[in-house]
């Protein structure tokens, strides 16, 4: 029986910690994505010094899903950041293409999530290059979007995008994330529209054929800060089975060292 408690424990522990994460509202990554900043720019760097990096904006991305709704998006043609917040800027100079998040102070901005290079300047098809592949994976299907992607999870070294009841395998080690061309370029110009029917449909990246015990994935996660707290109400109660499970070993080993002595 104990053995039996003991399995039981590792297995919600396993689940809960291990192999089912979301991205949480708390995280820098959740931040960038849901307009936790005052603009979110892609451009060129114009001119770069131990001061300053000036960024030509190319395209403002707006998310369709905010943290703080009243919070106004600004759209700036030149922005001027300054160098002194963080070290976002060791690998960039002059002529690079970037994605930078960032808050208004004063006459010019600070860093806020984050500045990335990007390999172009078409939002619709480039790729965001950031410290690891599952992040650009996500940065780069949301960008691609025109906003419009924001609710991701990450299941072992696959990433799955959750969007009106469907998820979507968008990278599993090797698939790239560049949205086909044949996706309706009305839906990305217009931050403020709806997918057409059609396209609600079908996932616009062939979704992989998961196995039965990952079904967990194929659950629909509503596309706002709501579906990041039921998620964590999810891991609490796993967590707390598994404490339960761990309780009982312990007062039935306790009970059986007794009846010995």
């Known amino acids: 029986m104990i053995k039996l408690y003991s399995r039981m424990a590792l297995f919600f522990?396993?689940?809960?910690?291990?192999?089912?994460?979301?991205?949480?509202?708390?995280?820098?990554?959740?931040?960038?994505?849901?307009?936790?900043h005052d603009t979110l720019i892609i451009g060129e760097v114009m001119e770069m010094d131990d001061n300053?990096?000036?960024?030509?904006?190319e395209k403002h991305i707006v998310s369709s899903s905010s943290i703080d709704d009243s919070r106004?998006?600004?759209?700036?043609?030149?922005?001027?950041?300054?160098?002194?917040?963080?070290?976002?800027?060791?690998?960039?100079?002059?002529?690079?293409?970037?994605?930078?998040?960032?808050?208004?102070?004063?006459?010019?901005?600070?860093?806020?999530?984050?500045?990335?290079?990007?390999?172009?300047?078409?939002?619709?098809?480039?790729?965001?290059?950031?410290?690891?592949?599952d992040i650009s994976?996500?940065?780069?299907?949301?960008?691609?979007?025109?906003g419009i992607y924001t609710t991701f999870s990450f299941y072992e070294n696959s990433v799955i995008r959750y969007y009106q009841g469907e998820s979507t395998v968008i990278y599993n080690g090797q698939q790239s994330t560049s949205i086909p061309e044949g996706l309706?370029?009305?839906?990305?110009?217009?931050?403020?529209?709806?997918?057409?029917?059609?396209?609600?449909?079908?996932?616009?990246?062939?979704?992989?054929?998961?196995?039965?015990?990952?079904?967990?994935?194929?659950?629909s996660i509503a596309d706002d800060p709501k579906a990041f707290e039921n998620s964590r109400l999810f891991i609490a109660f796993g967590l707390g089975v598994s404490l339960v499970l761990i309780g009982i070993m312990y007062l039935t080993k306790k009970k059986k060292a007794k009846c010995r002595s």
Request: aromatic fraction near 14%; charged fraction near 20%; charge should be negative.
């Open 13 to 36: 522990i396993i689940l809960f910690l291990f192999r089912y994460t979301i991205i949480f509202a708390a995280s820098p990554d959740y931040r960038f994505i849901h307009n936790d």
């Open 72 to 133: 106004e998006q600004l759209t700036p043609q030149v922005a001027t950041v300054n160098v002194i917040t963080g070290n976002w800027f060791d690998d960039k100079s002059v002529g690079d293409y970037v994605i930078a998040s960032l808050n208004k102070n004063g006459d010019m901005f600070d860093v806020a999530w984050g500045i990335y290079l990007v390999d172009s300047l078409d939002y619709k098809t480039l790729e965001v290059i950031t410290f690891s592949p």
């Open 52 to 57: 300053f990096m000036i960024i030509r904006a």
């Open 184 to 219: 309706d370029s009305q839906i990305l110009q217009d931050e403020q529209s709806d997918l057409s029917s059609e396209v609600q449909n079908q996932p616009i990246f062939q979704s992989l054929n998961l196995p039965d015990h990952q079904e967990i994935l194929n659950q």
């Open 137 to 146: 994976a996500v940065f780069t299907d949301f960008v691609n979007s025109d």
